[in-house]
């Protein structure tokens, strides 16, 4: 296990340090820069801007001193928000995602399971033919649709719940984003979790079980669950790939401080290092999920070793 | 029984013709309701989206200061407009229209990458089959979506662009699924026989690994469209797709959502039309998965 582990966290780094990379560059080949959006600068005052964030060097020397930074963890100063670190940035503004991300992925986890299995046992009958029509839409209807139709309805029309806005976190602000952000994931869930029980449920272990006469309820949660949802271990990185690319609509339309707000505000405005700040961090998340994934998948899965 | 005899003529065509496989997959696929349906949806919007334009008196971009807010059904205007006099219906077909092409261009790019990519692989095998693969497991792994987004920031908003990036993305799954099918083509006998008979490698690929891709291509380019045109959608509206005045689904969708206080009608329907054309899609790949895969059900 700790082998595996040390391997992967060395794949790792190669990956991360792509990804900077390509960021990086990419970011500086676009046109425009941070310092001419609103007052004209004279040429005097932005060059000493631009050699302040230490602008004036060459861009392989800036690249570099980059990577040095990070290596340190010290991503920089923004260059938008005066006197503020990119690190300062994240730390304000990562609670809202985190929850946002976190509690969305519990919600679709327990309910996607639940109607996964409902469906499974009563393959071909109306429950599971209602419950994978549901999957169906939800795969169907994408975030930036079921967001503004749900903010119509129980917000502007029924009046239930808040249209925007964080408000600390209350859960009536909660509600609805955390909503939009599940329906896509349930209706994956439920689908993988449907396809692994049924699976699961002809194998011999399970007639052997029932062959004993063990309860029906016991041979489901017991036996066939956990080999049924195997397959949900492995979609846990691109579940997070999802809830991620989803918070960039839902916190923009629920105009929620979190960071996916941030990252298309600070992309459009070139500024570049709270840009590059978030990148690193998505880019690291999304290893680290999958590097857990994989290990849970041993740890469930006596079959699977390590390698 | 003598050769071109009229007896043998007759017993031909008696003769009970074989099924290939293509037709049996043919006869599963049309047996399939959801399948159909979902092609007849399709087919009516391919063709409402190509010849809509000139059945709707109005130009998608037309503005028309005393028609402002029209509800749906008012003063001519089949689906109503929006705030400034434009006709919803009309710029709902064009919108339409470009997400369609988006969805075929850009998955005809991803096919082409993807196949290409796989099938060299999965043929070559060896070190070559690792190195490339353990590339497509890097960008497997990369938060794709932001890198969408930075290449729109850099390049500008062209619309050739979209389908470039795109495309570039959807191509991972599809480099594995034909690498995989690869491996399973290349001991075939008729491989062998192609090998023996002297051609190179490049030649067997392109003539006799590719054609035998087919199926599962076809599955997963008719997944692919939708994918494709939901990154669209997620781009234009966050503002950095389709730049107006033209329209997509999804910008038309972007500025519903801004207006729909005011004019639910103008989210409404263009989010109908996204989610019809999705489920279309959805339901014509799972039909042809059940259909050229029936083990597999």
């Known amino acids: ?307 | 029984m003598i050769p071109g005899s009229p007896e043998r003529a007759a017993l031909l065509q008696n003769a009970v013709r074989g099924r290939s496989l293509w037709d049996d997959a043919a006869r599963r696929l049309l047996r399939n309701k959801a399948a159909v349906t979902g092609m007849v949806v399709l087919a009516v919007m391919v063709v409402l989206a190509v010849v809509g334009p000139w059945l709707v008196p109005y130009h998608y971009d037309t503005v028309t200061k005393t028609d402002v807010w029209m509800g749906p059904l008012q003063s001519g205007h089949l689906l109503g407009t929006d705030s400034l006099g434009r006709d919803l219906a009309a710029r709902l077909l064009a919108g339409l229209g470009v997400s369609l092409a988006i969805g075929v261009v850009a998955t005809s790019v991803s096919l082409v990458i993807g196949v290409l990519w796989g099938a060299v692989a999965g043929y070559l095998g060896g070190r070559i089959d690792e190195i490339m693969m353990r590339i497509v497991d890097t960008l497997y792994s990369l938060p794709f979506i932001f890198f969408v987004i930075l290449l729109m920031v850099t390049f500008g908003r062209n619309i050739f662009l979209i389908f470039l990036a795109i495309g570039a993305v959807e191509w991972l799954t599809m480099s594995r699924i034909v690498r995989g099918q690869t491996l399973s083509l290349k001991s075939k006998e008729f491989i062998e026989a192609a090998r023996a008979a002297g051609l190179s490698s490049g030649q067997i690929i392109i003539r006799h690994i590719v054609p035998n891709l087919l199926g599962p291509v076809v599955i997963y380019v008719t997944l692919t469209i939708p994918a494709v045109i939901i990154a669209e959608s997620f781009l234009s509206f966050l503002g950095l797709g389709v730049q107006p005045p033209m329209a997509s689904l999804g910008t038309l969708i972007a500025t519903g959502a801004q207006d729909m206080e005011m004019a639910p009608w103008l989210l409404v329907f263009p989010s109908l039309t996204m989610v019809v054309t999705l489920m279309a899609f959805n339901f014509i790949g799972d039909g042809l998965r059940d259909a050229l895969d029936p083990k597999d059900r």
């Open chain 1, 1 to 307: 296990m700790l082998r595996f582990l040390f391997r992967r966290l060395l794949v790792a780094i190669p990956t991360l340090l792509l990804v900077i990379t390509v960021a990086f560059f990419m970011m500086r080949a676009a046109p425009g820069s941070p310092f001419v959006n609103e007052r004209q600068l004279s040429p005097e005052v932005e060059k000493a801007v631009m050699a302040q964030f230490g602008m004036d060097r060459p861009l392989v020397e800036q690249y570099v001193n980059y990577l040095k930074g990070v290596a340190v963890g010290d991503f920089g100063p923004s260059l938008k928000y005066r006197d503020k670190t990119v690190l300062e940035i994240l730390q304000a503004n990562y609670k809202v995602s985190l929850t946002l991300g976190g509690l969305s992925m519990l919600l679709a986890a327990m309910i996607g399971m639940s109607l996964g299995v409902i469906a499974a046992l009563r393959q071909n009958r109306v429950a599971d033919y209602l419950t994978m029509g549901i999957a169906i839409l939800g795969v169907c209807i994408p975030t930036f649709v079921t967001a503004p139709l749900l903010v119509l309805v129980f917000a502007s029309k029924l009046g239930w719940l808040p249209t925007a806005g964080w408000n600390d976190g209350a859960l009536a602000n909660l509600i609805l984003p955390i909503t939009v952000l599940a329906l896509p994931q349930i209706a994956v869930i439920s689908r993988l979790t449907r396809a692994g029980m049924i699976e699961v449920l002809g194998s011999n272990y399970i007639r052997t079980a029932r062959a004993k006469g063990l309860p029906e309820s016991l041979i489901v949660r017991k036996h066939a669950l956990r080999a049924a949802i195997m397959p949900l271990v492995s979609y846990l990185g691109p579940a997070a790939a999802g809830l991620l690319t989803g918070s960039l609509v839902v916190e923009k339309i629920f105009n929620l401080p979190g960071l996916g707000k941030f990252f298309v505000n600070s992309a459009l405005q070139r500024d570049y290092t709270v840009v590059m700040g978030m990148v690193i961090v998505y880019a690291v998340l999304i290893l680290v999920l999958n590097l857990i994934a994989d290990m849970l998948y041993a740890a469930l899965d006596p079959r699977v070793r390590l390698s």
